[in-house]
């Protein structure tokens, strides 16, 4: 804990921390999907950007995942029933997948997938949402074939940890320093076990998406 104010303090000049990478077997059995009344989980598309019109920056955030699905990632969410509104969102990457801390990219294998970027809105946090979105999205992805999932969260951040162990299996820590605008320093990035981390992703891009064709579909995850 004391890493943390000692990290802002060196900040400007150094940065330094850990992730602890995950991964999930899908091959093995799912438990039962938690009970969440009153939501909805299902893909996301183009036509539903404006979800993100009650959130902070919501103009950058729209063009952000945007520029995501013309990638080819995948937007999964979870609905309020009753008003419509979004409640809970991550996200899905089939070939390869940034990670800012270190400046690295996932590189995927056929059969695998990358969940980054979840978030459940504050006034939905403490109903289940989060569990049953991430269920109902782990079931999708295992009957389309999948049978790995990667996933990180940073080593500081206590109650995300205790939330992946629930469902995932951790593959290690990776810490980093990077003094300025100079490159990382890993330490821990080359165990066995972890997925390929690359300084580009060549080779992992994935043909821009043609938004149009399907768009207006909304597969509900059931």
Not at 21 to 46: N, S, V
Not at 120 to 146: E, K, M
Not at 173 to 197: D, M, N, Q, S, T
Request: with cysteine; glycine share 8%; net charge positive.
């Amino acid at each position: 804990m004391l890493l943390c104010p000692v990290r802002k303090l060196l900040q400007p000049v150094v940065d330094f921390g850990s992730l602890v990478f995950f991964e999930r077997d899908l091959r093995q059995r799912l438990a039962q999907r938690p009970p969440a009344k009153g939501f909805i989980a299902r893909e996301a598309y183009a036509v539903d950007l404006d979800l993100l019109n009650g959130m902070e920056d919501s103009a950058a955030r729209k063009q952000a995942a945007l520029d995501r699905l013309r990638r080819g990632e995948h937007w999964f969410v979870g609905i309020d029933s009753r008003t419509g509104e979004l409640a809970n969102y991550r996200w899905v990457s089939y070939t390869r997948g940034f990670v800012p801390e270190i400046d690295r990219y996932f590189v995927l294998k056929p059969g695998e997938v990358y969940i980054y970027d979840l978030y459940t809105l504050p006034r939905f946090r403490r109903h289940g949402v989060d569990a049953f979105v991430r269920h109902s999205v782990y079931s999708y992805l295992q009957s389309t074939g999948i049978n790995k999932i990667y996933a990180y969260v940073q080593g500081s951040n206590v109650a995300s940890l205790r939330a992946a162990r629930l469902l995932l299996r951790p593959l290690g820590r990776v810490w980093y320093i990077r003094a300025g605008k100079h490159p990382p320093i890993l330490i821990g990035a080359r165990k066995a076990g972890f997925p390929e981390l690359r300084h580009d992703p060549a080779g992992a891009e994935t043909p821009l998406r043609d938004l149009a064709g399907n768009s207006w579909v909304s597969r509900v995850l059931r």
